[in-house]
Structure formats: structure tokens, C-alpha cells
């Protein structure tokens, strides 16, 4: 099957053929999008296979030729760190934070992560993947062509399991990479409130065991915060998930200045998400690191909290990714150019930053640098065909509409 | 032609048929969306003729019936404050003011409301018209049943008419209310920069009778603002055109304590737009007057200023009215669904609050409360038909995704 993509106004984030593979990009590189103007663009069974600009395009057949007229042509986003698989909304607990209603008696009145959790200890395991490959196609409607999903919402060995299983099921389901996190430190039992270590005990000892033997999660997530799993518990739980080769990605610094993106580093974290605190000392230990910083400003939007100092980071040269953090609680939208929109007004990244933060970066938070992020000979021709827009920057700009008029995987 | 609506999970804002029209809702009342579960709702060629439950629904036939199970039905959004007919984007402004980019800087690249007029006045009415026509279809997909439109990007009596002419062009062309205010004081043109009271005397003698005397505008807006039209030029402004029964409807308050929110409310000004200034003395001048208070979130979130406080002037009792101030510059956005949404994170109105602000009280900021708003036997039947969502609050909580399913108009 080979798609040949004509007349495209603009072929934006390419890498030559021939040149040492991007793997991520930091500071003032940030700041461009490799882009060919009038350009066509050739996927051979779902792998970019070649490109160039109209003017010297070669005599070639096609099984299916689109004219992209007025139309540019980007990298399907890669969004990595959502918690897409749920049981249920919670917009009651939205309108109980509105009115200023304390976390406690939100929790009574039915929200917080340990009621999501009854709700899906409680669900079918396929209904719960109906809902799931629903809220899936939502988004790649909106351009999302790769994805990491959490586990969380369980809480016990079983709700964990089915969880994951579900992850599982929708990567099959779909043509695009689906990454899975396990996230059993999401939050602490009821059962457990008053023998926290016992949890992170029957985490390490019950549930990873079951999850790395069914092969069910590629990264280690552990929500890192005063309150919830400190640094010493964080420590133990990426200890015993690097035993299993799988690294960790985990939540840091959302509500202090806690320690987690030093203790991610040091652990060699593929990501720390969040950042909402981030000062030099988190800024210092990024440095010289291989772990992405990931924003997730949807969150903090939503919330009505402080944003992540974006430029802060970036003008020290670090690399940023933005991911929507996907969930029920604090962020119910996976709308990626959305995101963009409050990237670019919020963090006052640049559309061109922004972009490369959901792309190749986003790649990079789910080690799929090597296929996904740029338009490259050899990667999975994942794309997204834009409406018909003047300029890069009319996606975050145009805020509220919707720029993708397809999605090719 | 008559529609039948049934099974309809919750039809929201309705009205007894024998009861004291509500004009506008104030203070605690925004609270309350009268509501009627498992509804029927039946339009007669475009009027709402009847609703009722479910239970006693009496025997009648429909040239169509819609099922609307899982569905919600409400009035369709009234958006007030639109400067929907423009020439050109600005996100080449957008990405300017991003990188900090000063307001004289952005003017010169080609940014600001004198190069939206340039563009304008160069543009080919027909081709105005269609692209006009274009963005009016598109917020009326997401669910706008009623709109107001402003000039102020002509600045000469021939740009401003061109301007009015699409407008009524756009209101034969509509199934919808499209209201229309003559904005030609939004900026001084570059040649009166040094003469300004010689464009007012333009405005007032040249600009005014003709757009009068072809019926053009409903409205009569001035952008009261510091180092745009003063206090004592808005009076002028006002004063002149309420000559022509022209109600005053203006820009106030969006970057100072200007008192353009008392001069409003002396010259009986229908609605004071943008209020992000406001404080006690403001509060204390809507108190007792009909002036509606119009607040543009979506501006204040596209430009990354502070927000209007919605809370203080609901708590002190007053009507609040939301609209998008969908505009090239400061808002390229009409989408009222993600209004809503940025209403209630960031203004902290409920959902309740923010529904009534864009239909019952954008309904009376543009006089049409008689004609929408509620579901009233007698009322305009534009109406919009939800998704299948959970609640009302869901509207807003689902932000990013597009929660109306079809208008009916």
C-alpha cells in the first residue's frame, strides 16, 4: 500500500536521510522546524519512504494519491503521559472544586483518585476498554499518532492487571504505538493509610512481579509528592522497577518542590512530568541528563494553578515536552492542539518550540525517537494533514478549532 | 414544519408558559437552570410551540421527530460581543507578542487594529462576505443561535459601511438573530492621529446619518479606553447616537480604571464590555441600572492578562453576561463550548452560572430576550441538541471536545 501526499504547502519537522537521527531537541534549537515548502510525500505500508519538493518530484505510482493543496503536513503528536483508560468522569468533583469545596470532603462527596478507583475495581474489563478505545479514537481524530497510558486507577493487584491488560488490548486495536506505565503508586489505599510501607511492600513483592512476567508495562511511574510517595518510597519502588528493565517515568514536583526531579535523575528517569516547582537546583540536576522534562500544562489550566516556567527551562538550554495528561481529575481532555493553544499563551512558548515538544520530544518521553517526531526516511509514516491554514503558527493561534483534517497511521 | 424532540435526558433553562418573563438573571438566581428530565420539546415552524414530560406526552404527529435519548436540549448560545467580519488572521502578531515584542514593533510587522483596517479596506466586499459567512458557520456548528457583530476595522466611512453591508448581508444569509453595532471609534486611523477630535466630528457628521439612514446598525460601540476614545469623546459618541436611537454598547474597563463603566451606565448603555478593571466604585454604578455587564474571558486567556472577577459581581448581586469577542487579534476564537470551559477554571463561575451568562443574559445584552434565551412557548426555537453527556457541568468540564451535537434554527 503506498500513499503518495502531493502539493503540500508546507512539509514541516523533516530530517535528511542522511544525517545523524535527532533524538531530541533543547533550548534555542527548539526555535525551528525543518520545513519543505511544496512538497510531496510518499508512505510505502505505513513507513515514510521518501520526500522532496514538487519542483523536482519523480514519475511515481501511488494506490492512493492525496492532494494536500493549501494543506501542511506535520508528524502525528506524540503524546506521552496520559491516564486515558478511566471508569468515569468526574465533573461533579469540577464543580464541587469551582465552589471552593475542601480535597476532603471532595473525596467524601465521591472524586479524588481512590473513588476513581472504586469505579473501576468496580467496571467490566470490557466496557472499560469500550470507553477506553473510544476516548482513544477521540484523540487521534485530533492528531495524537502515538501514546502512553497509565495504570493508577486500580490500586490492587487485580485493578492494576486489568488496567494494564486493557493498555494492551488497545495497542492492539490501533495502528499507532501505544507505550504503557505502571502506576500503582498513584495514590495509597484506604486500607493502607495507616501502614503506608506495607503498600509500597505489596507493589514491589505481589504486583510487579505479575506485571513484569506478562510483560504488561514498559516504564515505572510513581507519583512523587508530599502526601503521597516520599523520596526514600520513591527510591525503593525505581529500584525494583529498574530489577525488571523497566525505567522510570514519574509525576515530580507538581505541588512542591519535593526532591522527584533530582531523585528521577539520579535514577535515570526517562521523564519527570509536570514540574509545576521548578527552580536552579531541579534546573542544575536536568542538566547533563538524559531525562526529559515534560509540562503538562492542560493540568494546570484546568486546576486554575500556576503554569510550568517553560521558558525558564528552555532558556537553559533543556529540552521541553509537553504532554496532556489525560485523566478524569485534573485534566479531561487529550486535545493536543488545544494544549499548543495554552502552551504558546500561558508558558509563552514560541508555536515552533511548542510543536517540537509534541513531537519529536514527546517521542523521545516514550523512546520512540527512532520512529516517530520527525518526517524521516524509515520512520512510521504516523502524519497529520492539516486543514487549510496560512502559517505553523494559525494551529495554536486558531484556539478552539480543530487543525487536523486527517490522521494517517 | 414541525419538529418533535423526544426522550430527552434533561431539557435545560425552560420557562412556564404562564409566567412573568424572565429578562435577565442576576446574583444567586444564576445559580438555577430550571430543568425538566425525560422531556419533550416540539418546534412549529421555528417557534417553540410546547414541552412537557415524558409521562403525559399528549398524541401529536412531527414532519420530523428526533430521538434524543441520552441527550441534553438547551438554548442556543447567545454571543453578544463578536468582531466576527475581518480581513486577515494575526498570528504573525500572535507569535510577536509571544516573544515580547513591543505593541509599537507589532504595529510596524504588520500586526494591530490599524493594519486589520488596512487589510479591510483593500478586501473585495464578496470575498469579505464569504469568509464572514465561513466563521459564522462554524461557531453556529458549535452552537451559537444568536450573535452580535461589530464594525471598527473600516476607520472610513466607506470601510465602515462595507463592513455593515456584510453584516446585513450575513443576517439575510442565517437562519439566526445577527445583530449589528457601528464600532467606527475602535482606533484613530494613522491621519487623525494628530487631530482626533476631528475623527469623532467624523464619525458624529459624516459616518453616523449615512449609517442611520440605511438602517445599518442596531448598536452605536466606542472603545473607551486610555490613549483610545476618553471619557469625554465617548459622551460625544453616545450622546450622538441615541440621536439616532442607536443604544450605546461599549468596549470598558479592559485595561484601566478608564470610568467607562459609569459612563455606560449614565447614557443607559445596553451592555459595558471587557471589565477586567473593576472594583467597588464600577460595582456600585451597575447596581440599579438595566447595563449589562459583559465579560470576554477568551481574550483575556488568548493574551495571558488577569482575569475579569466574575465572582465579585455575582456576589454583589449583578447580572453577569459571557461572550466569545471573537476577533483577529486578541480572540481568534467563537467557540462558546471552551468559553464556558475557561469561565468556570479561571473566572470560577459554576456551570449553572456560566450558562446563564450565554443565554438568558446574552439574550437581554442584545435586546432579544423576548425572542431566546429559555425554552418558552412563543420563544425563537434555535436550540441546541447535546452529545450524550452525563450532566450539565460536563459541558464545560469535557474542555477541548465539542459538546453540541446539532442546532436547530
Given at each position: 500500500?503506498?500513499?503518495?501526499?502531493?502539493?503540500?504547502?508546507?512539509?514541516?519537522?523533516?530530517?535528511?536521510?542522511?544525517?545523524?537521527?535527532?533524538?531530541?531537541?533543547?533550548?534555542?534549537?527548539?526555535?525551528?522546524?525543518?520545513?519543505?515548502?511544496?512538497?510531496?510525500?510518499?508512505?510505502?505500508?505505513?513507513?515514510?519512504?521518501?520526500?522532496?519538493?514538487?519542483?523536482?518530484?519523480?514519475?511515481?505510482?501511488?494506490?492512493?494519491?492525496?492532494?494536500?493543496?493549501?494543506?501542511?503536513?506535520?508528524?502525528?503528536?506524540?503524546?506521552?503521559?496520559?491516564?486515558?483508560?478511566?471508569?468515569?468522569?468526574?465533573?461533579?468533583?469540577?464543580?464541587?472544586?469551582?465552589?471552593?469545596?475542601?480535597?476532603?470532603?471532595?473525596?467524601?462527596?465521591?472524586?479524588?483518585?481512590l473513588?476513581?478507583a472504586?469505579?473501576l475495581n468496580?467496571?467490566?474489563e470490557?466496557?472499560?476498554?469500550?470507553?477506553?478505545?473510544?476516548?482513544?479514537?477521540?484523540?487521534?481524530?485530533?492528531?495524537?499518532?502515538?501514546?502512553?497510558?497509565k495504570s493508577g486507577y486500580g490500586l490492587t493487584l487485580e485493578g492494576e492487571l486489568k488496567m494494564l491488560r486493557?493498555i494492551r488490548?488497545?495497542?492492539?486495536?490501533?495502528?499507532?504505538?501505544?507505550?504503557a506505565s505502571f502506576l500503582a503508586a498513584h495514590a495509597y489505599p484506604r486500607a493502607y493509610r495507616d501502614n503506608k510501607e506495607a503498600y509500597v511492600d505489596l507493589i514491589i513483592n505481589k504486583m510487579l512481579p505479575v506485571v513484569a512476567a506478562e510483560g504488561l508495562a514498559?516504564y515505572m511511574d510513581v507519583f512523587?509528592?508530599?502526601?503521597?510517595f516520599?523520596?526514600p518510597e520513591t527510591e525503593r519502588l525505581l529500584e525494583a522497577g529498574w530489577k525488571y528493565g523497566m525505567?522510570p517515568?514519574?509525576?515530580?514536583?507538581?505541588?512542591?518542590?519535593?526532591?522527584?526531579?533530582?531523585?528521577?535523575?539520579?535514577?535515570?528517569?526517562?521523564?519527570?512530568?509536570?514540574?509545576?516547582?521548578?527552580?536552579?537546583?531541579?534546573?542544575?540536576?536536568?542538566?547533563?541528563?538524559?531525562?526529559?522534562?515534560?509540562?503538562?500544562?492542560?493540568?494546570?489550566?484546568?486546576?486554575?494553578?500556576?503554569?510550568?516556567?517553560?521558558?525558564?527551562?528552555?532558556?537553559?538550554?533543556?529540552?521541553?515536552?509537553?504532554?496532556?495528561?489525560?485523566?478524569?481529575?485534573?485534566?479531561?481532555?487529550?486535545?493536543?492542539?488545544?494544549?499548543?493553544?495554552?502552551?504558546?499563551?500561558?508558558?509563552?512558548?514560541?508555536?515552533?518550540?511548542?510543536?517540537?515538544?509534541?513531537?519529536?520530544?514527546?517521542?523521545?518521553?516514550?523512546?520512540?525517537?527512532?520512529?516517530?517526531?520527525?518526517?524521516?526516511?524509515?520512520?512510521?509514516?504516523?502524519?497529520?494533514?492539516?486543514?487549510?491554514?496560512?502559517?505553523?503558527?494559525?494551529?495554536?493561534?486558531?484556539?478552539?478549532?480543530?487543525?487536523?483534517?486527517?490522521?494517517?497511521?
Amino acid at each position: 500500500m503506498r500513499i503518495l501526499i502531493t502539493n503540500i504547502a508546507a512539509l514541516c519537522q523533516t530530517e535528511a536521510a542522511d544525517t545523524t537521527p535527532i533524538r531530541r531537541v533543547a533550548g534555542t534549537a527548539m526555535s525551528s522546524i525543518p520545513t519543505v515548502n511544496d512538497a510531496w510525500l510518499v508512505i510505502d505500508n505505513g513507513i515514510i519512504h521518501s520526500y522532496g519538493s514538487m519542483k523536482s518530484m519523480p514519475e511515481m505510482t501511488a494506490d492512493e494519491t492525496i492532494d494536500a493543496t493549501g494543506r501542511m503536513v506535520l508528524p502525528a503528536w506524540c503524546d506521552s503521559h496520559t491516564h486515558l483508560v478511566f471508569a468515569a468522569p468526574r465533573d461533579g468533583e469540577f464543580v464541587d472544586r469551582i465552589k471552593g469545596v475542601s480535597y476532603e470532603e471532595i473525596a467524601r462527596r465521591g472524586g479524588g483518585i481512590l473513588n476513581s478507583a472504586d469505579k473501576l475495581n468496580a467496571m467490566d474489563e470490557g466496557l472499560l476498554y469500550e470507553q477506553s478505545l473510544q476516548r482513544l479514537h477521540k484523540v487521534m481524530s485530533q492528531g495524537t499518532g502515538a501514546i502512553e497510558i497509565k495504570s493508577g486507577y486500580g490500586l490492587t493487584l487485580e485493578g492494576e492487571l486489568k488496567m494494564l491488560r486493557v493498555i494492551r488490548k488497545l495497542r492492539e486495536a490501533v495502528n499507532i504505538p501505544v507505550k504503557a506505565s505502571f502506576l500503582a503508586a498513584h495514590a495509597y489505599p484506604r486500607a493502607y493509610r495507616d501502614n503506608k510501607e506495607a503498600y509500597v511492600d505489596l507493589i514491589i513483592n505481589k504486583m510487579l512481579p505479575v506485571v513484569a512476567a506478562e510483560g504488561l508495562a514498559d516504564y515505572m511511574d510513581v507519583f512523587c509528592e508530599q502526601g503521597f510517595f516520599g523520596i526514600p518510597e520513591t527510591e525503593r519502588l525505581l529500584e525494583a522497577g529498574w530489577k525488571y528493565g523497566m525505567k522510570p517515568k514519574i509525576h515530580a514536583n507538581q505541588l512542591h518542590h519535593s526532591g522527584g526531579v533530582q531523585t528521577g535523575v539520579k535514577h535515570n528517569a526517562l521523564s519527570v512530568d509536570h514540574l509545576e516547582c521548578v527552580g536552579d537546583a531541579e534546573i542544575e540536576a536536568l542538566k547533563g541528563s538524559q531525562t526529559m522534562p515534560v509540562l503538562l500544562p492542560g493540568a494546570a489550566f484546568f486546576l486554575g494553578i500556576t503554569y510550568q516556567p517553560a521558558r525558564r527551562i528552555i532558556d537553559a538550554g533543556l529540552p521541553v515536552c509537553l504532554a496532556t495528561d489525560y485523566n478524569p481529575g485534573s485534566c479531561p481532555s487529550g486535545n493536543v492542539p488545544l494544549l499548543l493553544s495554552i502552551a504558546c499563551t500561558q508558558l509563552k512558548m514560541t508555536p515552533e518550540e511548542a510543536i517540537n515538544a509534541v513531537t519529536i520530544n514527546g517521542a523521545a518521553a516514550m523512546e520512540l525517537e527512532d520512529k516517530m517526531g520527525t518526517i524521516k526516511h524509515g520512520k512510521l509514516g504516523n502524519i497529520i494533514i492539516t486543514e487549510k491554514i496560512p502559517s505553523l503558527a494559525y494551529i495554536p493561534y486558531d484556539y478552539g478549532n480543530m487543525p487536523v483534517h486527517r490522521l494517517i497511521c
